[in-house]
C-alpha cells in the first residue's frame, strides 16, 4: 500500500510559479513510477508529467518546457516545478504512484489568476 499527500498549491499570478510536493510512504518508492494529474473544473482529468524509477521523464504537450518534475528517493518526495504559469493551468492536481496498483494522492489546488 503506498499512501501519497499532495501539498504546495496555491494562488499564483500568471506568469508566476509553484513547486508541488508529493510525500509518498512505502520502503520501495523508489521502484514506483511517479507522475501527475489534474483536473479543471467542468473538465476530464488529464495527465500532465511522468518520471520513472530510473529519472526518465516525459510530459504533455501543454507543459513542455514550463514544467519538470524531479524526485528524491531518499526523501520518498516527488516535486512538481511549475513556471510562466497560465490561468489555464488552473487544476486541482493529483499525484499518483504506479507500484503494483495505481495509487492517487488528495489533490492540491491550483490557481492562477489573470
Known amino acids: 500500500q503506498v499512501q501519497l499527500v499532495e501539498s504546495g498549491g496555491g494562488l499564483v499570478q500568471a506568469g508566476g510559479s509553484l513547486r508541488l510536493s508529493c510525500a509518498a510512504s512505502?520502503?520501495?518508492?523508489?521502484?514506483?513510477?511517479m507522475g501527475w494529474y489534474r483536473q479543471a473544473p467542468g473538465k476530464q482529468r488529464e495527465w500532465v508529467t511522468v518520471i520513472s524509477s530510473g529519472g526518465g521523464t516525459n510530459y504533455a504537450d501543454f507543459v513542455k518546457g514550463r514544467f519538470t518534475i524531479s524526485r528524491d528517493n531518499a526523501e520518498n518526495t516527488v516535486y512538481l516545478q511549475m513556471s510562466s504559469l497560465k490561468p489555464e493551468d488552473t487544476a486541482v492536481y493529483y499525484c499518483?504512484?504506479?507500484?503494483?496498483?495505481?495509487?492517487w494522492g488528495q489533490g492540491t489546488q491550483v490557481t492562477v489568476s489573470s
Open positions: 512505502g520502503s520501495t518508492f523508489s521502484l514506483a513510477v
Open positions: 499518483y504512484a504506479k507500484q503494483g496498483g495505481t495509487y
